[in-house]
């Protein structure tokens, strides 16, 4: 059994169903339910409140943030885990901006996941101080970048599209000109090869829903460079982030390192969902999972654009430059995605016209990705998708 | 069986310990790991993406956020979950000081939980706009209040003692002073009864792991007042809270009343764990909880003073003055808690020298408390707490 067939093994997908929405939400693993099913009766069961010390679930955070972090390029004790990833966007760009004070903009693209700007815009009305936030197209970054920006926070990877940054070169750019850099993961973590440490950024954010497969709102992760760590506050100053928690001093005193990202109490159930999928990436490289997602998008690609002439592509054609996922527009995009998934292909929609597909090699195989096309063209040649309970939009599209 | 006893025996609750720490953390409810587990096999693993939908997922901080409003006075739509209660305190805090600009001092207590200060002074550094956090001694905070305040904050049970501050009172107080003010039910949220609509509070904010058994790191609530709900700004302004997250809209808009308190995306198997114990809250009334919590610590104050006159109360000896805990102050109370943990009766120690005792009538009867007493006098009597290992501090007390 090839290494992917082995991790394919391991994830519980319903029969029937093609499953490419692992960029939205990871599927379950196999093992995910017995394993939190022991962490209820063994730990909070059996142990109650001594579990904190027993079973630690205080180092929990940082237990499972360095298995994140080699995912990540991201040395041991630069990462740790908690909260959503909007809060860990706030977390950082409000610590950033601290660092910048002689600086008042924010520089971000106009392709960025909406929460990450709603967070900001959030942070710079409550600072009150002058502060900005820039959007530029995606591909006009580069150019934006000059001395009056204080922070540059951009997604790697666009939600829609799967276009990405460079990472490492508009980090050197940015610092050149005296700019903090704060890269979201939430499409990148798992998807392709990323290497913080190596393009030496300030700070970066993910979430571990996706192609992480924690589960349904799955905690967030935060990274902040090794040479800050010590140095930056980090403006949610809860108690698990204090020096001594468990001192009860009235004063707050950051701890050390990355434990000062901490804020309240970290999510044990969630957490340990998220070690049953972690096991499984223990057990590929990221430099195999990426040369897979794009072979599979690749023909995913070509086949698409071979038998369904009907639809355009909107990801980037050269897969270095694409995420793990693929995007095409199509006008009725919205009910031939319904139909779709009635059909047993799950993708996902992106207003305005974007279908949308993940492609995951953990689980998914080229044989998956040709008979996902097999009905693909069944959807679009005969109109499938032209029927009233299609066209109906649901709250979550 | 009567009502407790129907309760009790749906909790989970290990041979030979007798459990006094659900102030701190929860027991298990025998039905959490199969509802859990349901959850991940029959909505994450066999629905996946389309849970959001189907298993509406998404509507389950609302969902949740009105079964734990009931505990605590909320009427219907004013409670949402979600985060931590850290980042609840941050979002009620920074919420109300918008909504007093005019004023710039946060006044609470140096009984308050630490993290609660914290929060407020990483947010005032952040606003860095003149404002600071005033502490008064406990008993002090009426004659603290002024025209001068802009947001009271307070812990409704001091969590070392136990001590409980008069919300009807101080509410009505601050706001004839034109004061906002911020309940945290840390330790009132199912431990004592609280009418948030009928003393007519701001915010409220609270955790679920304590008196609600939702788990280690279970998810926070947050309650905003109706006459607000519609005109705060969430401070924290993530797409879950916007007034469409699935528009993607680069602009935010806050959705309509509790829902805009939203931020990331929800826990949802933090929130399922949540909801077995939920359950048991369902067949008991507040009232009931409450005469039977004073019975238990009365019993408990009355036997340790009688068999321990070593040990010094330090809880309010009048039970409607007091939350859901019994404290009693002891110099070698760390050593002498760990003895008793050793011994089988699970409290926990808060610095400098509190024993602390959590007394909950889902799960605790008077048969307990009197055993518990019978070994607390042998680990005072013989000094059983004499030895290193107990004398020895964990990273968790």
Not at 17 to 32: E, F, Q, R, V, W
Not at 150 to 158: G, H, I, K, P
Not at 254 to 262: D, H, N, S, Y
Not at 267 to 277: D, G, M, Q, R, Y
Request: include cysteine; charged fraction near 25%; proline fraction near 5%.
């Amino acid at each position: 059994m090839s290494n992917f067939e082995k991790t394919k093994s391991m994830f519980h997908l319903p029969d029937g169903m093609i499953y490419l929405d692992g960029n939205s939400l990871g599927p379950l693993p196999k093992a995910t339910p017995a394993h939190v099913g022991d962490m209820l009766t063994k730990e909070w069961g059996d142990l109650l409140i001594t579990g904190w010390n027993k079973a630690d679930w205080m180092g929990q955070p940082g237990r499972v943030g360095d298995r994140v972090g080699k995912l990540i390029g991201a040395p041991a004790g630069s990462v740790v885990m908690g909260d959503t990833l909007s809060i860990k966007v706030y977390q950082a760009v409000a610590s950033a901006l601290e660092m910048r004070p002689d600086r008042k903009i924010v520089l971000s693209d106009n392709g960025n996941f909406p929460t990450d700007l709603y967070m900001v815009d959030g942070l710079l009305r409550s600072l009150d101080n002058g502060h900005s936030l820039q959007l530029a197209n995606p591909e006009d970054v580069e150019d934006a970048l000059s001395e009056d920006i204080a922070v540059l926070m951009l997604t790697e990877v666009d939600y829609r599209t799967g276009r990405k940054h460079d990472m490492k070169v508009l980090t050197e750019k940015a610092h050149a000109l005296g700019i903090l850099v704060i890269w979201d993961l939430a499409h990148s973590a798992g998807a392709v090869e990323v290497d913080l440490a190596g393009c030496d950024a300030d700070f970066a954010v993910g979430c571990t829903y996706k192609y992480l497969n924690g589960g349904p709102g799955a905690p967030a992760f935060i990274y902040v460079a090794t040479k800050h760590a010590d140095r930056v506050r980090p403006a949610l100053s809860g108690w698990m982030g204090h020096d001594s928690p468990f001192a009860f001093d009235l004063d707050y005193k950051a701890g050390a390192g990355i434990e000062r990202m901490r804020v309240g109490t970290p999510p044990v159930i969630a957490l340990t969902a998220l070690e049953s999928s972690l096991d499984i990436w223990d057990m590929v490289s990221m430099t195999d999972v990426r040369a897979k997602s794009i072979e599979l998008c690749d023909l995913f690609i070509a086949e698409v654009e071979k038998r369904c002439p009907q639809l355009t592509l909107n990801s980037p054609r050269d897969g270095t430059q694409r995420g793990s996922q693929v995007t095409f527009k199509f006008d009725e995009g919205y009910a031939a995605m319904q139909a779709l998934i009635d059909h047993g292909v799950v993708g996902d929609f992106r207003a305005p016209n974007n279908m949308r597909f993940g492609f995951t090699p953990l689980y998914i195989d080229e044989g998956e990705v040709v008979a996902a096309v097999d009905i693909l063209v069944d959807v679009i040649e005969q109109k499938l998708w032209d029927k009233p309970q299609y066209k109906q939009r649901s709250r979550v599209t």
